[in-house]
């Protein structure tokens, strides 16, 4: 499988700066350049996938594509038992076009009601490169509990209303050491970073 080298540009697929903030500084180590896709002005493609990987591999493609670059791009979302697995792939649609995080978390509470609390974060992430088909998607999963009301104004997104595992605090109050030692998004960069980074982080 190719992979990316110490000083290589790469194009983050997504207009969410908290999204871009946390890419970027797990690739940081590795030496990888990084932008993201909303500073060099690239349109976002319609995300009409069925999957997290499927919408993953849209915005990757389209990216690289576009910017002539290699694109990382991350599909990731909240998904709650009770709710059949939604928000799922709508999980920024639900927050609709102003984005507003605490309307959609108040929607999964009143939805959700008494039903199972049981909840999870699903990150796909693609890699794709201009000049290739090449376009591997890696997964990462945590499983946790919905909690109400939000807690925290650490995390992005459903952050202050899931608390992982084993854990006492949500994604939203813990430091983003903490939660990126155990996230979805972790999970799946560990196994991007076998299959596509260098092999050693850079010194």
Not at 5 to 13: E, N, P
Not at 27 to 42: K, N
Not at 66 to 74: C, E, F, M, Q, R
Not at 174 to 202: G, N, W, Y
């Amino acid at each position: 499988m190719r992979r990316l080298a110490r000083g290589d540009r790469l194009v983050l697929a997504t207009h969410n700066a908290g999204k871009v903030r946390e890419i970027a500084a797990l690739l940081r180590p590795f030496g990888i350049e990084t932008v993201s896709a909303a500073s060099l002005g690239l349109a976002e493609p319609e995300e009409d996938a069925p999957d997290f990987a499927g919408n993953a591999r849209l915005k990757a493609v389209a990216a690289a594509r576009a910017a002539g670059l290699p694109a990382l791009a991350d599909d990731s979302g909240f998904c709650v038992a009770g709710l059949d697995g939604a928000p799922g792939v709508l999980s920024a649609r639900w927050a609709g076009p102003g984005r507003d995080f605490v309307y959609a978390m108040t929607r999964v509470r009143y939805e959700l009601a008494e039903g199972d609390p049981h909840a999870w974060f699903v990150c796909a992430l693609c890699l794709a490169w201009p000049d290739s088909d090449e376009a591997p998607v890696f997964e990462g999963r945590v499983d946790g509990v919905v909690v109400w009301p939000p807690r925290g104004t650490l995390g992005f997104g459903y952050d202050p209303i899931f608390r992982p595992e084993g854990g006492t605090q949500t994604f939203g109050e813990m430091p983003p050491a903490d939660k990126e030692a155990i996230s979805h998004r972790s999970r799946a960069f560990a196994q991007l970073v076998s299959a596509c980074l260098p092999t050693e982080p850079a010194p």
